[in-house]
């Protein structure tokens, strides 16, 4: 899923594309992305787009004049897992496998596209600044805020760091990917629970985590230059940890371990993140019982 600095990168290459410039039409292609009747879709069609804005992790398209007004109509993007945008040609064929819909502009085709046969993405179009409260999930921009504000939130519930940290509600932007990169930095357990930690490691977490997404909000930037983001994933080959599963850690070149569960896994290095102890994965741990690997000292005798 397309996280804080992902969604940033597009919400600043789509400012660029669309402001100040009127929609020429809309199709929607799959019954399922749209998740509102009124206002229809087509009411934004002639109108320009005001401004372009992030919601957490959806994008807000706006049309109205420059100062914002009760009759502001908005397209909220919500990409979820598979969602992505392109920018073709005008005139080019719209593929219709994995198109949900597709915006005609004046010097271009943007599509919104899905590739996963579960549609999960979606598109709301509503009405007026105080419609947008309902995309609100309340997470705490990190980017924005103080440690003391980063502390009181962190501790406001108990849970694992990996759970806490991509709580949309505790945790604004953040997700699976970059949750285990910011603690690999951070040199914390995906599982340590909050309530666990110390002074310094809570201190160390927020520097870990801003410094971490802002390196990679400029390493984006940097690798998009002035081209549309065609390519965003969740797979990054500078990534340290998340999808290296049994590829050496960059610190210490250790293997990197992971967890799965449900569509997710947690990425990390036992040797900088969990003092050599492997984290049980459920599935497998439950299977194998005695015969888990406890240590990395273990696992490299089981493979012996």
């Not at 073709?88 to 943007?110: V, Y």
């Not at 997700?175 to 690999?184: Q, T």
């Not at 449900?262 to 497998?284: F, I, P, S």
Request: proline content about 5%; aromatic content about 6%.
């Amino acid at each position: 899923m397309p996280e804080l600095p992902d969604v940033l990168l597009y919400r600043e290459h789509l400012e660029r594309l669309l402001a100040d410039r009127p929609l020429k039409k809309i199709r929607v292609l799959s019954p399922l992305v749209l998740q509102t009747v009124r206002p229809s879709v087509q009411d934004v069609v002639g109108r320009s787009v005001a401004a372009v804005s992030r919601l957490g992790k959806r994008l807000v398209w706006r049309f109205g004049e420059k100062k914002p007004s009760k009759d502001d109509l908005f397209l909220v993007f919500h990409l979820m897992i598979a969602g992505r945008f392109h920018l073709r040609k005008p005139g080019t064929a719209i593929p219709r496998k994995n198109t949900l819909a597709a915006f005609d502009l004046e010097d271009g085709l943007l599509l919104f596209t899905e590739a996963s046969t579960r549609k999960r993405a979606t598109l709301h179009v509503v009405q007026g600044p105080e419609s947008l409260r309902q995309f609100e999930r309340g997470g705490l921009d990190v980017l924005a805020a103080d440690i003391g504000e980063f502390r009181d939130r962190l501790t406001s519930e108990n849970h694992t760091l990996k759970r806490s940290l991509s709580d949309p509600t505790l945790f604004d932007g953040i997700g699976n990917a970059y949750s285990d990169e910011i603690l690999h930095r951070a040199q914390l357990s995906p599982l340590k629970l909050t309530s666990r930690l110390t002074s310094e490691e809570i201190d160390r977490l927020f520097f870990a985590t801003r410094e971490t997404l802002l390196e990679w909000i400029d390493l984006l930037r940097k690798q998009a230059k002035d081209r549309f983001p065609e390519k965003v994933t969740a797979f990054h080959s500078e990534m340290a940890v998340h999808g290296k599963f049994g590829k050496p850690c960059p610190v210490c070149g250790t293997p990197v371990q992971r967890i799965v569960y449900a569509e997710n896994e947690c990425n990390y290095c036992a040797r900088c993140q969990t003092g050599g102890k492997l984290l049980a994965d459920r599935a497998l741990s439950r299977l194998l019982r005695k015969d888990w690997p406890k240590t990395l000292e273990d696992l490299e005798e089981r493979k012996g």
